[in-house]
Structure formats: C-alpha cells, structure tokens
C-alpha cells in the first residue's frame, strides 16, 4: 500500500515545481492520514456506543449530538483558520484530538463517554476548514485543480481503508484499539502539518479591506456572492446525499440481496470515488473547472435514474460505481472552484460555512429518508437524489454564467515565490 500511495498523483504533480510537488504531496498524504483514523473512529464510536448501552436511541442520540456539536464548532473552525496561522491550528487541533480519543479508549461511563466523543469532534472539526484554505497557500493558481484532485485521491484512500481497519480491529481484539489508533493518526498528522513549508497565515499581500478581515457571516453573504451561492449548490446535493445513505439500504432489500448487496454497493461505490478523483486530475487538463462541475451534475442525475429502476444487482452496482465517480469529479470541480473565487483572507470561514450548511443538509436529507423508504420505497430516494443533483446542476451552470462572474473576482495564490 505505501508503494501505491507514494505512486498516487505523482505523474499529476509533474508540472509543479519541486517545493509545490513536496508540499502538496505532504498535506495529501497529511488528509489520507486523518481521514483513516476519523472514518475508523466513527466505526468505533458507534461499536463502543453499542457495547456500553442497550438502547439503540441512545446510541442514535450519541450519534446525532456528534453531527450537531460538529455543525456548530465548524463556523468557529473556520474563524480560526482566518485569523491564525493555518498550520498551527492544524497542528493544535490534531494534538488536542489524539489526546481526546486516547481519553475515550480508557471511559467506561457510556454519558462521560458521549461527552469526550463530543469534544473530540468538535476539536477535530479545526482541522478541516484550515486544511482546505491552506492549499491554495501551497500552490500556483493554475495548479490549484490538480493539487486538489490529487488531495482528494489521498483523503478518499483514507476514507475507504478506515472502517476497514476498524473492523479488522475490532474482530482481532478490543474496539478501544481503533481509538488509539485514531489517536496515533492525529499524532502523525501533526508531525507532518508542522514541516510543511510555505505561507499558511491567511493572505495579507493583496491588502485586504478591513470588512474582509472582521467578515461576519451576513457580510460574508453580502460582500461574497459566491458564498451564498455554493452554499446553494451543497445544500441541494447533500440533501441528495442524505437520502442515498438511507435509500442504499433498502435498495439491496427490494433487490431481494439484504445481506450481500448493501456493502457491495458501498465498497464498489467508494471503488467509483477513488476512480473519479483520478480521472479528475486528467480532466483538469482539458476543461473548465465549473464546466466539468456542470457536466458531472447531470451525470450523477442520470446514473442514479438508472439506479432508481435497476432490475438487479449488477446493474445497480455499475450505476453507483458512475454515480460515485460523478460525485468525485463534481465535489473535487465544486472545491476548485470555490477555492478560486474566494479572497484568502475570508476562505476557511466562507469554507466553514458552506461546510455547516452541508452537514445540516445532509441531516435533513437523512431524517427524510426513512419516512420515503417507509411509505414510497427505497427507489424513490434515488429518484429525489436525482432530482437534487440536476438541480445542483442548474445553480452550477449558473455559477458559470457571466452574470456572477463579473461579480465574482478570481482570487490570486498566496504561495510565498
């Protein structure tokens, strides 16, 4: 697996120059890092939860706090990233986090141990909206959407091996491993953070006005139309989104394979998300940020169309794989293209929003499903998925029309010569 991480994106990052290439490749391998250890955490958490608790609700409570208290420490996060030094949040915010999931391995108390899940989520929560205004701080503008497809490589890599690991863990031994482990993923991630080289205080050289730097969240929506906009464009695909995660489920029920299809279709799904992010670093090369947004919108819509009246396994499974592929190319396009259009001096808080406004849609588009599955079955979730992410399509042709454009200044890269 190392030889396959370290050969990852390395043809990508041919035309960066040698301290861009090691930068980007640092902070890439920084996410995949975390992002095993987070994914492993979450599978931890609830098999932690279920061993200390009888009760689903609780369990489901536990759960639905989390998702809460990290919708609302996101917003600071992002304030955090604009106002220090990106790196040193990052690093903080890794080592506050391994010290709070170590915390967990050793809590028996099922309410003590819903309170530290919740801390270690919201200190987590730092991390995400620095990591992502860093980047252009790494790399020339022109380079900004390889760099970010290769990112996303790396941190989709981490997001398919950590419930793997978690459950070849929890099978071999106690599940509290998986929170040491997680704890030693921060560890490390730290350690990398802190030798990335380059400018990681949000941008000053441009001189950014006094609004820009004491932005709220009601000036970000007035001075930045571009904020409200892609927070638009998530809240519509999340919904989506939402419903998928409980549509999936249901799907492999009314396909008559309960236990075989659900985690066929979600393996070969993330086999399609690790596909997409590759071939998006090609795409990069020939088309427009926001027209591959466009297009792979409209893909995704018909994919899951096909999906919604997929006869058998087979042809379910083939359409997850294009629609997850879809998904990829959009969200790593819908990332590029925010990065591009937001003034360094506001871009983690105007990420941090548009990261919140994603999480609570997402929650809507859960809570939603069940009652959709319960009353229309488990198609129709792919049908209002469908529908969510042609209408993210129509506010993404939208963001590349001339109207917002001339509205919209491209920011400039903040990478120290």
């Not at 071999?172 to 704890?183: K, N, P």
Request: proline fraction near 4%.
């Amino acid at each position: 697996m190392t030889t396959a991480v370290r050969l990852l994106g390395s043809r990508q990052l041919a035309a960066l120059d040698p301290g861009e290439r090691a930068g980007v490749r640092r902070l890439a391998f920084t996410r995949l890092v975390t992002e095993l250890g987070t994914r492993a955490a979450f599978v931890a958490l609830v098999l932690r939860a279920q061993a200390l608790t009888s009760s689903a609700t609780a369990v489901s409570f536990a759960l639905a706090l989390t998702v809460v208290v990290d919708a609302l420490a996101t917003p600071l996060a992002g304030v955090a990233g604009d106002r220090w030094n990106r790196r040193r949040v990052m690093v903080v915010s890794d080592l506050c986090a391994a010290a709070l999931y170590l915390l967990l391995a050793g809590t028996t108390d099922f309410a003590a141990f819903v309170a530290v899940a919740a801390v270690a989520v919201a200190v987590e929560s730092f991390y995400f909206p620095a990591a992502g205004a860093a980047l252009p701080n790494l790399v020339r503008l022109e380079h900004l959407g390889t760099a970010s497809a290769m990112v996303s490589q790396y941190r989709l890599v981490g997001t398919i091996a950590g419930p793997v690991v978690a459950g070849l863990i929890a099978a071999a031994a106690d599940v509290r491993w998986v929170f040491v482990l997680d704890a030693a993923t921060f560890l490390a991630a730290a350690w990398m953070v802190s030798g990335l080289r380059g400018s990681f205080q949000a941008s000053r050289d441009a001189g950014p006005s006094p609004e820009e730097v004491t932005a709220t969240f009601f000036s970000l929506l007035a001075r930045f139309p571009q904020v409200p906009t892609f927070m638009l464009l998530w809240v519509v695909i999340q919904l989506g989104a939402g419903l998928l995660w409980v549509g999936l489920p249901g799907l492999a029920r009314e396909l008559d394979t309960p236990t075989i299809g659900y985690p066929t279709l979600l393996t070969l799904g993330s086999v399609g998300s690790l596909a997409g992010a590759t071939l998006a670093v090609r795409l990069f090369k020939v088309a427009t940020t926001r027209r591959l947004l466009v297009i792979a919108l409209a893909c995704q819509g018909g994919f899951l169309l096909v999906t919604s009246c997929s006869p058998h396994l087979v042809i379910a499974a083939v359409a997850v794989i294009g629609f997850r592929m879809g998904e990829s190319i959009s969200g790593t396009s819908a990332f590029t293209a925010f990065q591009t259009a937001t003034p360094d001096a506001v871009r983690a808080r105007a990420s941090a929003w548009v990261d919140t406004a994603t999480i609570a849609a997402f929650g809507v588009g859960v809570a939603a499903g069940g009652p959709v599955v319960d009353h229309l079955g488990a198609r129709w979730c792919f049908v209002l998925a469908a529908l969510a992410a042609l209408t993210g399509c129509a506010v993404a042709a939208w963001l590349t029309g001339p109207r917002l454009a001339a509205r919209v200044p491209q920011a400039t890269s903040a990478r120290l010569p």
